[in-house]
Every structure is written in C-alpha cells, then in structure tokens.
T-cell receptor, first 115, second 114 residues
Framework: NAGVTQTPKFRVLKTGQSMTLLCAQD?????MYWYRQDPGMGLRLIHY???????AKGEVPDGYNVSRLKKQNFLLGLESAAPSQTSVYFC??????????????FGDGTRLSIL | KQEVTQIPAALSVPEGENLVLNCSFT??????LQWFRQDPGKGLTSLLL?????REQTSGRLNASLDKSSGRSTLYIAASQPGDSATYLC?????????????FGQGTILTVHP
C-alpha cells in the first residue's frame, strides 16, 4: 500500500552539481506530475506526463528535465543545480479516468537545498 | 492566467468550533476543484473533489461548496478537533487538454487548540 514514493527524502547539493529525483507509483496511474513548493508561492507545476514515454512542460520547467521510461516511474533531473532551485519537490499521480476527474495522489516530498 | 487565493492565511480556533475556509479563483472555466490537507513535513492528501457541474461534496465532518460563476469555494469543517490542525489547500483544474494540471492557492494554516 505504498502509493507514491519519492527518493531521496533530503539532499544537499553544491551549485553546479547534478542529481535525479525518483518518483515511483504502484497504482497503475497514467498521469504523473512534478511540483515544487516554495514559501509564499504555493505549489507550481514543473513537468508532467500523460503516459509512458511522454512528457510535457508545466508552469516552471526551466532548469529541469524529466523522463518517463516506465509507466510507474517519473524522474526529475537537475543538470546544473542553482540556489534558486532550493525547494520542496512533490511528485503526484492520478488515474486517467473517464472524465479526467480523478484526484491526485502525492508523495511525501524531497527537500532539496542548493548551497 | 488562473489565480487562486485563499483567505484567511491562518486561522486559530478552539476545539469544537465550526469553521469555514475560503477559496477564490479568477477564471471560472474550471473542470473541477479539489481541497487538500497537508501536515507538516508531509505530502498532500486529497479531501474532496467537486466537479464543475456540482454544487457541493461531503465527507464526514467536511463539506465543500462550489459557486463556479462567482469563482468561489468554501470548505466547512464541523465540530473541529485538534487533529484537524494542518494546512488546507484548494486547487483548480482547467478543462480541455489540461490533463488534470492543477493551479493551487497558497493555503490556510489551521490550528485547533484544546
């Protein structure tokens, strides 16, 4: 009964380093999303995927790349980390549904600090 | 561009009180509206989802209403308990090919004290 699992939970990086955040869901959901949450800004969509092998840009995609090679996994990459990318990152997934009215299920987040 | 605003930003009430959280959005062309709960250090848990054609949804002590034409939603919590303390977020989804992409408000921090 894992739902949406994010790894790692915490990470500290130096400016310019790269890393990949992993999101895994065991609910066979079609749609997956990456958000960032910043104080005073709320949650903002970075990238999303509507199925295996597909990705699309959200509201704040610059500086991030994503891949969805397997239906259950959605990876978020930072090629050259910047202090502005210090944030809490959340992954979510949802079923496609008949009328796209399914609620989104969230992971517990990855707290990322860029020094 | 859709903007979602939640009022108040923070609310502190004694246990047992009924309370209302407010959410407003600027573009009424929404597909659905969701209310979430977020506990400190945790992810979001979906509480209620209201489709654009619906007026309200209920789950236990929670009741959410939607007035799409005026761009407003309220979350009513009856007989509040200390365990209800959390941040409550509302989010709206556009229709068409939006694939469930959500626009979030900044949340209301609720504290229920014994």
């Amino acid at each position: 009964n894992a739902g949406v699992t994010q790894t790692p939970k915490f990470r500290v990086l130096k400016t310019g380093q790269s890393m990949t955040l992993l999101c895994a869901q065991d609910m066979n959901h079609e749609y997956m999303y990456w958000y960032r949450q910043d104080p005073g800004m709320g949650l903002r969509l970075i990238h999303y995927s509507v199925g295996e092998g597909t990705t699309a840009k959200g509201e704040v995609p610059d500086g991030y790349n994503v891949s969805r090679l397997k239906k259950q996994n959605f990876l978020l990459g930072l090629e050259s980390a910047a202090p502005s990318q210090t944030s809490v990152y959340f992954c979510a997934s949802s079923d496609r549904g008949v009328r796209r009215t399914e609620p989104q299920h969230f992971g517990d987040g990855t707290r990322l600090s860029i020094l | 561009k859709q903007e979602v605003t939640q009022i108040p930003a923070a609310l502190s009430v004694p246990e047992g009180e009924n309370l209302v959280l407010n959410c407003s959005f600027t573009d009424s062309a929404i597909y659905n509206l969701q209310w979430f709960r977020q506990d400190p250090g945790k992810g979001l848990t979906s509480l209620l989802l209201i489709q654009s054609s619906q007026r309200e949804q209920t789950s236990g002590r929670l009741n959410a209403s939607l007035d799409k034409s005026s761009g407003r939603s309220t979350l009513y919590i009856a007989a509040s308990q200390p365990g209800d303390s959390a941040t409550y977020l509302c989010a709206v989804s556009r229709g068409g090919t939006s694939y469930g992409k959500l626009t979030f408000g900044q949340g209301t921090i609720l504290t229920v004290h014994p």
